[in-house]
């Protein structure tokens, strides 16, 4: 059963426009939040986090929704650009806990069209 | 380069033998986290160490193992290889343990199951 969901597995955008990749998720211990980037044959690249305290946090062209009643995330790309044409994974933890693994989604690849 | 090193970076071997894979971690982080990816699969999580001790298990089979050692790298041991052990496994590395840590991946080890 699949705790951290994104039911996207592509997106294509525009050179310029805004990008939209969701998340959603189910237990609701998760109150932290993550949004990886990956590149092919490279590891998976940390690009922002929200706590469960907050409901957007921002990051130069990156922006991070977090909405808890409805358990839904999204990351927000203004404005696109090729360069981020990758596999976005969204993940989630229980800081509460004493154990720091994070749960990931499937990830959503991006294309960015020129 | 996020500072966490793997090695190997492909291992090709086939079913019913064993395999070790080695993770350095960054320099200071004292938490190493083993990941496998298999295909179509987001990140799933295999186990976590801090500072020597085991603290957490994921979705790990009894076939397979891990340490870390008193300098701090870890190596994962995979036995009695099947077919579906065939995927990436990325090992990444925090400071504190905790569901807060931002956790730097290495570049992954592909095996393959022949």
């Known amino acids: 059963d699949q705790q951290v969901k994104q039911n996207s597995p592509s997106l294509s955008v525009q050179e310029g426009r805004i990008s939209i990749l969701n998340c959603d998720y189910t237990?609701?211990?998760?109150?932290?939040f993550l949004w990886y980037k990956k590149y092919p044959a490279e590891g998976p690249t940390f690009l922002i986090s929200?706590?469960?305290?907050?409901d957007k946090n921002e990051d130069g062209r990156f922006t991070v929704f977090l909405n808890k009643s409805a358990k839904h995330l999204s990351l927000h790309i203004v404005p696109s650009q090729p360069g981020d044409s990758a596999v976005y994974f969204c993940?989630?933890?229980?800081?509460?806990?004493?154990?720091?693994?994070?749960?990931f989604g499937k990830g959503t690849k991006l294309s960015v069209k020129p | 380069d996020s500072g966490v090193t793997q090695t190997p970076k492909h291992l090709i071997t086939a079913t019913g033998q064993r395999v070790t894979l080695r993770c350095s971690p960054r320099?200071?982080?004292?938490?190493v986290y083993w990941y496998q990816q298999s295909l179509d699969q987001g990140l799933q999580f295999l186990i976590q160490?801090?500072?020597?001790?085991?603290?957490a298990k994921g979705n790990i089979l009894e076939r397979f193992s891990a340490q870390q050692f008193p300098d701090l790298h870890s190596e994962l041991n995979l036995s009695s290889l099947e077919l579906g052990d065939s995927a990436l496994y990325f090992c990444?590395?925090?400071?504190?343990?905790?569901?807060?840590?931002?956790?730097?991946f290495g570049p992954g080890t592909r095996l393959t199951v022949l």
């Open positions: 990444a590395s925090g400071k504190g343990g905790r569901g807060t840590d931002t956790q730097y």
């Open positions: 237990n609701s211990m998760f109150d932290y």
């Open positions: 929200i706590s469960s305290i907050k």
């Open positions: 993940a989630a933890s229980d800081i509460g806990g004493s154990q720091g693994n994070l749960i």
């Open positions: 320099s200071g982080d004292l938490s």
């Open positions: 160490y801090y500072n020597g001790e085991e603290r």
